[in-house]
């Protein structure tokens, strides 16, 4: 088996006789499985021309489109490390995301990312001439060779560079949990920079045999239920937040029905969405868990389970454990952090010319606050980083989260520590409300209530702060540091 990623990945679909199947579906054409590595070859002639050798790192500051998978694909032919980056940051996270990656070359498109060429940050290349170069037929890089480095999601600090290498990636015949059989027709509305939108259009096409449907902007819930109906798109892959707002949307359950499967990831599936899911999608609403470092770590089906707090077994059949602050194991039903077992990690580093950081054969230590019930299901009740201390009682913002969103006119919810003038400290909530939601003073004093009703009295928040959205990263991860931060600005 070839050891370059990209000559696995064209020979692994002539064998299956795709090649003349369409693997993508992107601004309004078809593109076939060999019309993508045609464009591979030829966008790693266009390194080579532009004089980057094996082992460089190219930064691709483009959106979800042909051109993307292109030079994806074509960084590994060359034996590059691809840096995928989220096009739409402010310019100061760009700036910020280029000085980390420290990239020989940034590919931009004009409408997105084309300000690059004036800031000097970079030497620059547009896509499109890339793709306009001679093919190369040749493929660089073995097994052990950087191929791709992600960012991680930065709500714990600055973002880092995790670094995967070619034996990394595409293993596995591109089957599992979240994928569907050949010729199914897919969309992610996660971004191919965030790389379980990495793994479900790109590898779950070029693996698995899908189709991929690509959207230049970020897709919006409107123009995902388009894109559902004019393509007749089968699975959905979405963060929960994303799957809030499409049930707001006119029509959303004609459309919903006609998906077999609707995976939901990158985010904690809260209470209150679950009850509203289930009962329109049951078995086919897949709830998956996992990180940047080390990829999944289990999956599971919301319907299957009593309770919101129950993720699945854990992926593949690893080992898991629960340990406790000493690293001693606890028994089934306790809470500690959650360990699993992985073949490999890696390591974020804070610079890209730094070596990959990895480890192998390895006990991971998640930073999850989780339990195992006797059907070995994995239960996450919070980030052991976002415990908040009230009165010398550690409290997990998750359980006072799913109780307000369990009210029918809260959309979302999300609680820290406030320290008071008086200085003690208590909780604060932050809550999104429905539309239409009422007087807002007065369901604050609701929520209040239901807390006094329902909770310790260290875990009832002393007010509600109520916010247009609550604040998140590019992966829809909510900004614990940021909410903390402004604190005060709402005593």
Not at 415 to 423: E, T
Request: with cysteine.
């Amino acid at each position: 088996m070839p050891e370059n990623l990209t000559q696995r990945l064209a020979e692994h679909a002539r064998a299956e006789g795709w090649d003349e199947h369409v693997a993508f579906l992107a601004d309004d054409r078809a593109w076939t499985f060999a019309e993508v590595f045609a464009g591979a070859a030829r966008v790693a002639g266009g390194y080579r021309a532009a004089g980057l050798s094996q082992g460089d790192r190219v930064l691709l500051a483009l959106p979800d489109s042909i051109e993307l998978v292109w030079c994806l694909l074509g960084a590994w032919q060359a034996g590059l490390a691809a840096v995928p980056v989220n096009v739409q940051m402010s310019r100061e996270d760009l700036t910020r995301d280029v000085a980390t990656a420290e990239p020989a070359l940034a590919v931009v498109d004009p409408e997105t990312a084309g300000w690059l060429d004036d800031a000097a940050l970079v030497p620059t290349a547009r896509a499109e001439e890339l793709a306009a170069a001679a093919p190369d037929p040749g493929f660089d890089g073995d097994g052990a060779t950087p191929a791709l480095a992600m960012f991680t999601s930065g709500t714990t600090g600055a973002p880092k560079l995790c670094f995967f290498r070619h034996r990394d990636l595409g293993g596995g015949g591109g089957r599992g949990p979240v994928l569907a059989e050949p010729g199914v027709v897919g969309l992610s509305v996660s971004r191919l920079y965030f790389f379980g939108g990495l793994g479900v259009s790109l590898f779950g096409a070029l693996q698995g045999g899908r189709t991929s449907v690509l959207s230049r902007p970020r897709a919006t819930p409107a123009a995902a239920l388009g894109f559902i109906r004019r393509y007749q798109v089968k699975t959905l892959f979405a963060q929960p937040s994303f799957l809030a707002r499409l049930l707001l949307e006119p029509g959303h359950a004609e459309v919903l029905a006609s998906l077999t499967q609707v995976t939901c990831a990158g985010e904690v599936l809260s209470a209150r969405l679950r009850e509203q899911l289930v009962p329109i999608l049951g078995d086919r609403l897949l709830n998956v868990y996992g990180a940047t470092e080390i990829g999944g770590i289990a999956a599971g089906r919301p319907a299957a389970y009593d309770t919101p707090s129950a993720v699945g077994p854990a992926w593949d059949g690893r080992a898991v454990r629960i340990v406790d602050a000493e690293g001693r194991a606890l028994p089934q039903g306790e809470r500690g952090e959650l360990h699993i077992h992985v073949p490999f990690a890696t390591r974020g580093v804070a610079r890209g010319s730094l070596e990959p950081d990895q480890l192998t054969d390895t006990w991971w230590p998640t930073g999850d606050l989780a339990s195992i019930d006797a059907d070995e299901v994995i239960h996450v009740h919070g980030r052991l980083d976002d415990v908040e201390v009230i009165g010398g009682q550690n409290v997990v913002p998750s359980e006072v989260e799913r109780l307000l969103e369990s009210h029918p006119r809260v959309l979302e919810a999300a609680v820290s520590a406030v320290r008071r003038p008086s200085g003690e400290t208590s909780l604060r909530a932050y809550a999104v409300a429905v539309s239409g939601a009422g007087d807002l003073d007065e369901l604050g004093a609701e929520l209040i209530e239901l807390a006094r009703t329902r909770l310790s009295w260290y875990k009832v928040p002393h007010d509600v702060a109520w916010l247009d959205a609550l604040p998140r990263n590019g992966n829809s991860k909510v900004l614990r540091r940021q909410l903390r931060a402004e604190g005060n600005q709402y005593v």
